[in-house]
Nanobody, 126 residues
Framework: VQLQASGGGLVQTGGSLRLSCAAS????????IGWFRQAPGKRREGVSC????????YYSDPVKGRFTISRDNAKNTVYLQMNSLKPEDTAVYYC????????????????????WGQGTLVTVSS
């Protein structure tokens, strides 16, 4: 099982980025996939997730209305489209497999997800 996160970079306030989470060794449609982020000195927090059955999407309050999670089953990849970025979005973003996915994604502990990718750094300049 591998998850490869990519797409991070440096962007100005108000800009956009699209993160990708390419999966291998399993089918993304069979598991909930979550995006988390960790800023320096802060705990890792859930940002968004997409459920396996139905592909329902959920977002944390800070990103609701600005971020969109999606899944491409043919490419076995999950995306996180991030728009209207703010300096407080600066963090290392991780994708993870197989864990709780619902309205409480913001409060899910990292230990509740089984497998993790290596992270990609997003820096939003003011």
């Amino acid at each position: 099982v591998q998850l490869q996160a990519s797409g991070g970079g440096l962007v100005q306030t108000g800009g956009s980025l699209r993160l990708s989470c390419a999966a291998s060794g399993f089918t993304v449609g069979d598991y909930a996939i979550g995006w988390f982020r960790q800023a320096p000195g802060k705990r890792r927090e859930g940002v968004s997730c997409i459920s396996s059955v139905g592909g329902d999407s959920y977002y944390s309050d800070p990103v609701k209305g600005r971020f969109t999670i999606s899944r491409d089953n043919a490419k076995n990849t999950v995306y996180l489209q991030m728009n209207s970025l703010k300096p407080e979005d600066t963090a290392v973003y991780y994708c993870a497999k197989e864990g709780p996915c619902g309205d409480t994604i913001q409060y899910i502990h990292r230990d509740e997800y089984r497998d993790w990718g290596q992270g990609t750094l997003v820096t939003v300049s003011s």
